[in-house]
């Protein structure tokens, strides 16, 4: 199908000069019309660095270093999102694209009610709209992501985390955007309820055709609910390819250690085996791979030259010279 977004060799890096560590490296990536993307890998593998250079919303000392991010939109001609000036990205975010990250839930306004803040988007982004009809909207919104009519005017603090979650999701789909982002780091450990909001955005995708890139460290979150997964090592996507490619088959050691680190979907659980040793450090990166000092596999010409994701066939590609 037809691409919405194109990721060319990006790169980026948390601050300058002799400073810089490299967070995203040379990252291709295409989000397809429609499709739910997975972005696995451990703490520190880069996934919001990439999630946030993709929308500009990089907080510094984050700095993009070079590639292109190909927007296509409904109507009209692609362009790149890293070329917008602030007041073009202003329409682009939210609009286009819009990104809701865990945390998300806490950045709800305490003192106003939810309809309140949906209709506050409406306000800024679509000032044409009469105030009636950003009300129904944003009812409307709010009905959709299953917040009841009787808890529209409450206030955040009168909301469960799941539910403001949800209200996240609605202010992030107020506008139709075609691209939905949604960041749960590592360190969230609510593994159910990532569970029911990934289920609710995918019926509403179902509904409302826009496309997701979800990021999590639960693969097996993924292989249920995605299209294709990208898993990320060292800043780098190591691997790509259809989620029941991943789960049946995964080329790249590292992706199969990840699969061995969480439980079977059916049959006995496993015991949770992990990965040995520790993700890179930035700041001194392996040579060649930089999965060779904890992979099972490696061999001669691992420690010394880099590999780069290539087509292997069947619509999925991996960096990893087992697969050359
Ligand atoms: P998690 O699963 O924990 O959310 P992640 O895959 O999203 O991890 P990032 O947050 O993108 O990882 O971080 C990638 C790398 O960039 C890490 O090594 C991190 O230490 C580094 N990094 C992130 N933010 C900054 C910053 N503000 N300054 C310097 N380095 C940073
Ligand atoms: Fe392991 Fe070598 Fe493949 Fe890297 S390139 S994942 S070290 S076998
Ligand atoms: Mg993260």
Redesign the pocket.
Known sequence: SEPVLEIRNLNVD??LGDQA?R??RDVNLTLHRGEVLGLA????????????GMTRLL????VITGGEVIYHPEKGDPYDVLGLSDRELRGFRWAETAIVFQGAMNSLNPVHKISTQLTDVLRAHRPEMTEAARNARAREMLKLVGIAADRMDAYPHQLSGGMRQRVMIGMALILQPQVVIM?E???ALDVVMQRQILGQLIELRERLGFSVVF?T?DLSLLVEFSNRIAI?YG?RIVEEAPAAAIYKDALHPYSKGLLGSFPALRGPRRELTGIPGS?P??KGMPSGCSFHPRCPKAFEPCPDKIPVLVPSGGDRSVACWLHE
């Open positions: 948390y601050g560590v967070a995203v890998g451990e703490s520190g593998s880069g996934k919001s660095t990439l999630a946030y907080p510094p000392p984050g960041d780091p590592t360190t990021i460290h990320m800043g993700p450090d930035l």
